[in-house]
């Protein structure tokens, strides 16, 4: 059974840093792109970032370029995202999500495995 967990959300002024993590179980880790979506209430759920099976290999939203840094440790199964620099139009229920997704990274559909997400709210 295929797990993911996620971890790391809270509470946090505009200008501070949040780092929320994955941690994964029940799959090839290492083979998987893990992508990093988020929901705002009345939105649709939106790319944020991804990091494909090559740690060096990543993508991001231009809405969090320069902020937001994805990475992953394919020995402890996690992925992570280091927010930065937080808006308070960040605020979201942000959700990590496993899929075998070639180059379409941004697309939800591609997303086989999904956590039960973590609420990120920024206030200015």
């Known amino acids: 059974q295929v797990q993911l967990v996620e971890s790391g959300g809270g509470l946090v002024q505009a200008g501070g840093s949040l780092r929320l993590s994955c941690a994964a179980s029940?799959?090839?880790?290492?083979?998987?792109?893990m992508g990093w979506f988020r929901q705002a209430p009345g939105n649709e759920r939106e790319f944020v970032s991804a990091?494909?099976?090559?740690?060096?290999?990543?993508n991001a939203a231009d809405s969090v370029k320069g902020r937001f840094t994805v990475s992953r440790d394919n020995a402890k199964t996690t992925v992570y995202l280091q927010m930065n620099s937080l808006k308070p139009e960040d605020t979201a229920v942000y959700y990590c999500?496993?899929?075998?997704?070639?180059?379409?990274?941004?697309?939800?559909?591609?997303?086989?495995?999904w956590g039960q997400g973590t609420q990120v709210t920024v206030s200015s």
């Open positions: 999500a496993a899929g075998l997704t070639g180059s379409s990274w941004y697309v939800p559909a591609k997303y086989a495995y």
């Open positions: 029940g799959l090839p880790f290492s083979r998987y792109t």
């Open positions: 990091i494909g099976w090559s740690t060096g290999n990543t």
